[in-house]
């Protein structure tokens, strides 16, 4: 119970959270992850002697963070396009929150871990989207550094590059959810792989980097949702925007798909969320069932052919090729003639700590500068003559 610390003070701050603890045991799954669990690399006194849970701190550290404010200016499917009502990255993060925050309540998980780990997943993204990402994977491959992967480069700035090198020191949960979100990967189930270390986290995200395709699993029920939801909450939100394009029309949608799951982003989110709490009640992993996860992979079959590898999405594709390659070279340039004057020493690597620079390679210091990047900031470093104009539609 709470405790008073003196006459008609009212309980302590530190008292109340022990009950809030305490509730979580009661309240919440036997599956779910207590902030009492939350692990940090480094121990923080100031927290510890605080009242804020763990996975809340996290929370508002990622809202907090240099990263999480340019979501407003990065791509999610459609770049280089004038609509104000196409959906940006900044968007989705916020709508996988509230749908898998969703999820987690009727599964009774925890809340924070879930808003922790939706907030931060795609803070990786590099300018114009998995467009962009490829050709990134590209030069980094090229430059012997391995693949590209947005999963790891999330928490390479969460836990890296942010705070000038520092990084903001999250819990192994919310660093783990975030690798392994992989919403492109289709699964009709995933069980948590429970029993990892911080170490892990470094050997995944070293193999992600090796081999892109390699699978890798969440360590918390928390994670598992948010890995499903990724996908359910891009699915018809991708639709809505390619009809409003002009790129697909609502008839096209398969009907297999359309009597399973509707022909609406309501439609479909609400029948995939309610088949996914259905099928995962008390259950020690998440799941959908056969018929709707079926259902959802020929959704996503459509959406690759008719929407993400629409010719008519990808007329800047080869001149965005040339400024990756343009910008990679100049800044890797730079650093190796210590060319101080350059926006990679005046906006990157300014004051940043030691730590950061005897841990990086060059190549991998202009992959986190460019990956930083908003979609808006990478043109305006780009030569004006050959900058692509945005289309109208």
């Known amino acids: 119970m709470a405790t008073y610390d003196e006459p008609h003070a009212g309980p302590s701050l530190r008292s109340i959270t022990a009950d809030l603890d305490r509730n979580e045991k009661k309240i919440l799954s036997s599956e779910a992850t207590l902030n009492s669990a939350g692990r940090r690399r480094r121990q923080e006194p100031f927290l510890e002697e605080g009242y804020r849970q763990p996975f809340s701190i996290d929370t508002d550290r990622i809202m907090h963070s240099l990263a999480y404010t340019r979501y407003i200016d990065k791509t999610q499917v459609f770049y280089l396009i004038e609509n104000d009502h196409i959906t940006h990255r900044v968007l989705h993060v916020q709508l996988v929150s509230k749908i898998a925050r969703t999820i987690g309540r009727f599964l009774s998980l925890n809340e924070d871990l879930i808003e922790a780990i939706a907030l931060g997943h795609d803070i990786g993204h590099i300018p114009f989207g998995h467009d962009g990402e490829r050709i990134m994977s590209q030069i980094c491959h090229d430059n012997g550094i391995g693949h590209f ?13 942010e705070r000038k090198g520092t990084g903001w020191n999250l819990c192994q949960q919310t660093l783990d959810g975030i690798l392994t979100h992989d919403g ?13 270390v911080f170490e892990d986290l470094e050997k995944e995200a070293q193999s992600k980097i090796r081999d892109p395709d390699t699978p890798l699993i969440p360590m918390t029920l928390e994670g598992c949702v948010v890995r499903m939801t990724d996908t359910i909450s891009y699915i018809g939100r991708d639709i809505e925007d390619a009809i409003r394009l002009g790129l697909v029309q609502r008839s096209d949608i398969p009907e297999t798909c359309v009597r399973r799951l509707g022909n609406t982003n309501g439609t479909i989110v609400f029948n995939l969320v309610s088949d996914v709490i259905k099928s995962s009640y008390r259950k020690p992993y998440v799941t959908f069932s056969p018929e709707a996860s079926e259902a959802l992979l020929a959704l996503k079959t459509f959406n690759l052919e008719r929407i993400y590898m629409n010719p008519k999405i990808k007329t800047h594709l080869g001149t965005i090729k040339i400024l990756f390659e343009l910008l990679y070279d100049r800044y890797l340039t730079d650093l190796e003639n210590n060319k101080t004057a350059s926006v990679i020493y005046t906006q990157f690597l300014k004051d940043m700590s030691p730590a950061y620079l005897a841990q990086h390679t060059n190549y991998e210091i202009v992959r986190d500068f460019i990956a930083g990047m908003t979609d808006q900031y990478f043109l305006r470093l780009c030569p004006e003559n050959i900058r692509p104009k945005p289309m109208v539609w």
């Open 184 to 196: 492109e990967v289709h699964n009709m189930q995933l069980m948590p792989q429970r029993k990892k």
């Open 149 to 161: 992967h947005h999963n790891v480069q999330s928490v390479q700035f969460l836990d890296r590059v």
